[in-house]
């Protein structure tokens, strides 16, 4: 395994991206559950969605959130009604 530096950024300037920047990540991290049920369905883990909705779920109610959180939604629904359909 190789690993790299990774620099974090805070303060002036980050805080008034981190939150968005965040909920980008839980959308990528939807649309990578999606792909994983779609071409490696061995590969999923309900569990590890639930978890991630719950985050999604707390956020989405979230005033500091709520601006950014389109950034996810649409995944988290496609990906939500995907699933839905497969338990009928």
Request: hydrophobic share 30%; aromatic share 16%; glycine share 6%.
């Amino acid at each position: 395994m190789r690993f790299c530096n990774v620099r974090i950024v805070a303060g002036p300037g980050s805080n008034q991206y981190f939150r968005e920047n965040f909920v980008k990540r839980l959308g990528e991290v939807f649309y990578n559950l999606e792909w994983i049920l779609n071409k490696r369905p061995g590969e999923f883990s309900l569990t590890e969605f639930q978890k991630f909705e719950e985050l999604y779920l707390q956020l989405k109610d979230e005033d500091s959130y709520r601006p950014s959180i389109g950034f996810a939604s649409t995944p988290y629904e496609t990906l939500k009604k995907k699933l839905r359909n497969r338990s009928k």
